[in-house]
C-alpha cells in the first residue's frame, strides 16, 4: 500500500510537539511493515535542511487568491530516516526558521495544502491514501473532492488524525477566496459557526478520521473546543489509535543524549549517574527525589497551577525534593518560575526554551515526571519516561489514563490523580514521597514499566486496517 503523510511537522526535520514525534515514526514503522510511506512538509529553513543533501523533484506553479506563486518540491536524497521525504518550498511564507506563531499563518499552511495537491494532479501514478495530520492539513480531503481543478484526485482514499482538536486553522470566510475554484454548494463542508475551521472541514471530507488514543475519542464528543457536535455527528467514521514511540530513538540502552546507557537490568545505576549529572548542573541534591516537567507552558497542560502547585510541594517536603522544569509557552507562567530560581535555589530549577539534548537526559536522570495535563489526546512524555523507568504522575485524562496504571492498582507502576489543582499535585508528591523510600517497590515498577511495548510495530497493524477499510 503507497501512503501520504502530509504535516507541519516531523521530527528530526521540524517538531514542536508530539505530531512532530508521530509523523517522523509512523512512516518508517509502515515502511519496515512492506508499505510505500512517504513524507510531505513545509521546508521550513531548520538546521535538518542544511545538514542534508536534496535532489529537485518538481517545480510548479499556482495560486493563493490573487497571489500567483512558484513552488518547488526537494526530496532527501539518501533515505536517511527510512521513507521518502519531501519538502515544500514557497518562497514568502514558507522559507522561515519556526514552524509556527506567524501572524500570516492561514495563507502559510493554505498555500502549503494548494502546492501539495496540485503538484500531487501531476502525478502519473495515485497513492492508495493520502494521510492528513491536525487542521494544518485539514483542508485537502476538502480540496481533493470539491476543488474542479482536481478532481483526478476524488478517489483517492482520505484520512485525519487529530493530534490535537484544541487549534483547528479557524479563518474568516473573506479568505474563502483563497481555496481554488470550489463547488460553492459545498460551503457546509467548509463552515463551523460562520467561520472556515480546516479542522471541521478534514473530519467532515476525510473517509476516516483517527485520533491518537481511545479516551481522547470519547472525550471529543463532549469536549472538543466547540466541535463536540461533529464528533458525534461523525461518530461511525471515527477510530482512536494509541500512539507508539519511537523505540529506535527513544532507547536508554543507546541513547547518545544520555550520561550513562542502561536498560531494565541496570536501571537503579543508570538513573542514577543520570540524575547526578542534572543534579550537578541545576544544583541539587541527588539524595533527595527529583520531580521533571518537560512541556509546553500553556493551560492544556495545566502549567498556570505548576508554579504554585511546586512552591507548595516544596513547603510540604520541607526541602527534601528537587523540581525541575523545561519548557516555555505562556509568558505569565515562564516570569513566575524564572522569580522562583532564586528563593528556591537548590530545590528548583527552569529552563525556558526548547532542548531536545536535556529532554532525553530529564527522562532519564529524573525519579518522577509531573504531567497534570487538563487535555492530553495521548501524550507521549509520560512513555517517554516509562521507556527511561521515571514514575509518571498523571491526572486521568485522555491518552495518560489509557497508558499509565496507578500504583495503588493491580500491577500499577504511576501516580494518578483527578484534579489538576494544587491539592492533588501536591497530595501526588507524598505518595511519590513515599515510594521513592522504598527502594524495592520503586525498582520493581521502574523495571515493569520499562518492559512494556509501546512500539509502532504493534500499532502500525491498526493504521493499517483503518487504510484498508477505505480501499
Ligand atoms: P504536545 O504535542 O501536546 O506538546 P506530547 O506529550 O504529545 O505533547 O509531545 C511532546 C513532545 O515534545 C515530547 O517529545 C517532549 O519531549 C517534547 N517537548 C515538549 N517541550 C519540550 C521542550 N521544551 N524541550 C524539549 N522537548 C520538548
Known amino acids: 500500500m503507497e501512503i501520504i503523510h502530509i504535516s507541519a511537522e516531523c521530527y528530526p526535520v521540524a517538531k514542536a510537539g508530539g505530531l512532530g514525534d508521530v509523523v517522523g515514526a509512523l512512516p518508517k514503522y509502515q515502511v519496515k511493515a512492506g508499505h510505500i510511506a512517504k513524507v510531505v512538509m513545509p521546508m521550513y529553513r531548520t538546521k535538518f535542511l542544511y545538514e542534508h543533501e536534496w535532489t529537485v523533484d ?67 501514478h495515485h497513492p492508495d491514501v493520502v494521510h492528513c495530520h491536525d487542521h494544518h492539513t485539514g483542508l485537502i480531503p476538502f480540496m481533493m473532492q470539491h476543488c474542479y481543478d482536481y478532481s483526478q484526485l476524488r478517489n483517492i482514499a482520505t484520512v485525519i488524525t487529530i493530534h490535537n482538536a484544541q487549534y483547528q486553522g479557524w479563518m474568516g470566510w473573506d479568505k474563502s477566496r483563497y481555496i481554488p475554484r470550489w463547488d460553492l454548494w459545498k460551503r457546509g463542508m467548509l463552515d463551523w459557526n460562520e467561520t472556515i475551521n480546516p479542522l471541521a472541514a478534514g473530519v467532515k471530507c476525510a473517509g476516516k478520521v483517527t485520533t491518537v488514543s481511545w479516551s481522547y475519542m470519547e472525550e471529543l464528543r463532549s469536549s472538543a473546543n466547540g466541535l463536540e457536535k461533529l464528533f458525534q455527528m461523525e461518530r ?61 507552558l500553556v493551560g492544556e497542560k495545566a502549567a498556570d497551577v505548576l508554579p504554585d502547585a511546586i512552591r507548595t510541594a516544596i513547603q ?79 491526572r486521568s485524562t485522555g491518552g495518560l489514563q489509557d497508558t499509565v496504571v496507578d500504583m495503588g492498582d493491580h500491577e500499577g507502576f504511576g501516580i494518578r490523580f483527578n484534579h489538576a489543582s494544587i491539592g492533588d499535585i501536591a497530595y501526588s508528591v507524598s505518595r511519590a514521597v513515599n515510594v521513592y523510600k522504598d527502594t524495592k517497590q520503586l525498582n520493581w515498577m521502574r523495571q515493569h514499566m520499562m518492559k512494556i511495548d509501546h512500539s509502532w510495530e504493534s500499532t502500525v497493524e491498526q493504521y493499517i486496517n483503518v487504510y484498508k477499510s477505505l480501499l
Open 316 to 394: 510540604q517536603t520541607n526541602g527534601t525534593a528537587s523540581f525541575l522544569v523545561l519548557g516555555s509557552g505562556d509568558t505569565n507562567v515562564e516570569w513566575q518560575f524564572q522569580q522562583m530560581k532564586e528563593p528556591y535555589a537548590g530545590v528548583f530549577n527552569v529552563v525556558i526554551g526548547y532542548d531536545e539534548t536535556l529532554s532525553h537526559l530529564m527522562y532519564a536522570g529524573a525519579d518522577f515526571l509531573l504531567m497534570p495535563s487538563r487535555v492530553e489526546p495521548c501524550g507521549l512524555n509520560q512513555m517517554y519516561a516509562m521507556r527511561y523507568g521515571t514514575v509518571p504522575m498523571v
Open 58 to 124: 518538481f517545480k510548479g506553479q499556482t495560486n493563493l487568491g490573487n497571489w500567483f506563486f512558484d513552488y518547488t518540491v526537494i526530496k532527501e536524497s539518501n533515505n536517511q530516516l527510512g521513507y521518502d521525504l519531501y519538502l515544500i518550498d514557497i518562497n514568502g511564507l514558507l522559507d522561515r526558521q519556526k514552524i509556527y506563531g506567524y501572524d500570516d499563518d492561514a495563507e502559510r499552511f493554505t498555500a502549503f495544502q494548494i502546492a501539495f495537491v496540485n503538484w500531487m494532479s501531476h502525478w502519473e
Open 236 to 296: 461511525a467514521k471515527c477510530v482512536g489509535i494509541l500512539n507508539g514511540i519511537d523505540h529506535e530513538v527513544w532507547d536508554p540502552a543507546t541513547d547518545p543524549y544520555l550520561d550513562k546507557n542502561f536498560t531494565h537490568k541496570t536501571v537503579a545505576a543508570g538513573k542514577q549517574q543520570n540524575k547526578k549529572a542534572l543534579c550537578e548542573r541545576f544544583g541539587f541534591d541527588p539524595e533527595h527525589p527529583l520531580f521533571v516537567f518537560i512541556g509546553r
